[in-house]
Nanobody, 122 residues
């Protein structure tokens, strides 16, 4: 099971930090988001070792994904937030010891958190 925390309301240009705790460190971890009326989209992912990270173009240079707490917890530090970042954010984990090149594909993830709302006001 995944436990996500963080999120909230922030003004444009502000920062928020999301966290997600998994039961094991041996998962690829990802963050996705879904805005009203839109499909769920990939935001960022990190390998189980933490050695590789991936971002969608719109958040590169603003968001940082990282692992800590013996790598069981993944955070998404979001800086310079924009109104278009407003969405429900979901953390996701792959199956244990899974490997994939398609980090951006929701179907590569077996476990999902409950979602947390991020609202950026202009």
């Amino acid at each position: 099971q995944l436990q996500a925390s963080g999120g909230g309301l922030v003004q444009a240009g502000g920062s928020l930090r999301l966290s997600c705790a998994a039961s094991s460190s041996r998962h690829i971890m990802g963050w996705f988001r879904q805005a009203p009326g839109k499909e769920r989209e990939f935001v960022a992912a990190i390998t189980w070792s933490g050695g590789s990270t991936y971002y969608t173009n719109s958040v590169k240079g603003r968001f940082t994904i990282s692992r800590y707490d013996a790598k069981n917890t993944v955070s998404l530090q979001m800086n310079s937030l924009k109104p278009e970042d407003t969405a429900v954010y979901y953390c996701a984990a792959s199956r244990l010891d899974y490997s994939t090149r398609y980090y951006y594909n929701p179907q590569e993830y077996a476990y999902w958190g409950q979602g947390t709302q991020v609202t950026v006001s202009s």
